[in-house]
């Protein structure tokens, strides 16, 4: 194995992803230290534990020092006072799933966007969470998406795409209002559709029952919610205005399909239904084969 | 091998779950002749030369005749036409995923409800259909509900009860009403939302691109909207009132998170997530996992 292309990298944050990048810089020998910080002092504890991470600090300066990688893996409106504790002077990237609010939060902590800041999206969520449920191959076969603006240094840019390309993803550069725009009509209006549901059956006097049908349809819903509800809660409110926009066209599609079945309109219903089948059978049987096997 | 309990078994209709009890029957001996019928010559053919059937009939009549069981494997809007071809004598079985209508075509067709008729349904989709993807072990460890009437001979019931446990299936009987009310909710809701889903995001000036980062999300309501459309437009009218009673809990619940996210109500939009989350995680993990390693 060569030598690790990093010294010391500190991960903010030990859950699934800051957990499962340990592991995965472990396992790849990509780096020499990984050292952690997280709130929650068991998470921390039993990521040293079980040798995903080299060291527990005690703070978020105690580990950022000396690093020659810092990686953000907390809920995105946590960034912002993560960003207050660390100097912006090592390389620095993040993982979640908003790009405008990093880009803001750093403007208002470091009075500019510091060039060593580089934003990015490891676009492979799971229903699990937690560091317990960290793996080292979570990201192979997966895209991340890297959004660097006009301030951040192209040299910062090829070492955050060596790194994910060194943990088996494949790397995309888009712009900071591009990502938010496609993850809040790929994920993030699914997974709001999703807690929706459960929302909405639970306040039925059969709550309960309805798990026991789940393999009808709904379990892909609940497998949606079982995500981390603080995670959600805060990529919800972050990409706010690119979520309603999106929100918007989705009620109103659902009302059109509302009035198709009131009206028992075949023709209509059954257009929109082939047009949702055949795009689903053309453009993504491969991909999504891809996909799902290498989540 | 012990004898097959049915000397003749006639499927009506030869698609997924058509092709699926065929194989299944052959598989296990419980059937000494399986004869197909399908609109579909192809089907029919393929049903033939792949050994799923024993023989393809050229009508209805053709099929049923001389048959111990029937089973209509059609979607729900086209078992009125089946059922005038068919002589209610024999034991008469179907699959459909709404049973109000198969209890009022029945009335209508026969002018009452045949004792030897036993409304069932197979809670076991899938995003893949035809015959082509017939699977003897579809059945395995999934629900199959009956819904038999006032009318519906106990015999009768028995019967189907120990077809399907005979395919590996756990066998529930309720009310036709509250298996309408519950596939409503469990099924027939999450798909309608899925194809809303899907049907929003391609009339976006980057419909195609969106399937590309699928993996955040949206890959679950994908595969939801691959199921056979012609299939679900049925479900949704048929299953009318109950479909758009449950729409609009759901659609008022959605209008309410919207609020939440637009006014930036943290403490209402965490509480609603915690909720959903918890939930899951409380009545599902066990069920789910075990669902999914049957399908």
Redesign the interface.
Known sequence: MSDPVFSRVAIIGLGLIGGSIATALHKRGLAATVVAFDQNRESLQLGKQSGIITEAADSIPAAVQDSDLIILAVPVLAVKAVLREIPATALITDVG?VKTTVIEDSREVYGLIPDCLVPGHP???SEKHGVTSANPDLFEN??V?LTPVAETKPSAVERIRNLWRGLGATVVVMTVEHHDR??A????????????????????D?????????????????????????M??DI??AN?PA??E??D???E???E??SM??Q?N?AD??R??????Q???D??QN??EK??GG?
Not at 185 to 204: E, G, I, K, N
Not at 206 to 230: K, L
Not at 272 to 277: D, E, F, I, P, T
């Open positions: 799933s676009v492979a969520g997966h895209k998406i496609i993850l009509r790929t994920s993030h209006l699914p997974h709001l559709l999703a807690y929706a549901l459960v929302d909405t059956l639970l306040s039925q059969d709550g309960q029952e309805i798990f026991r049908y789940a393999a009808g349809g709904f379990r892909d819903f609940t497998r949606i919610a079982g995500s981390d509800p603080i959600w809660r919800f409110l706010g979520v309603l999106i929100l066209d989705y009620q599609k659902l009302e399909l509302r079945i009131d028992g075949v219903l059954q929109v239904l082939n047009q949702a089948s795009a689903r059978d453009y993504t991909d999504i996909i799902r989540s």
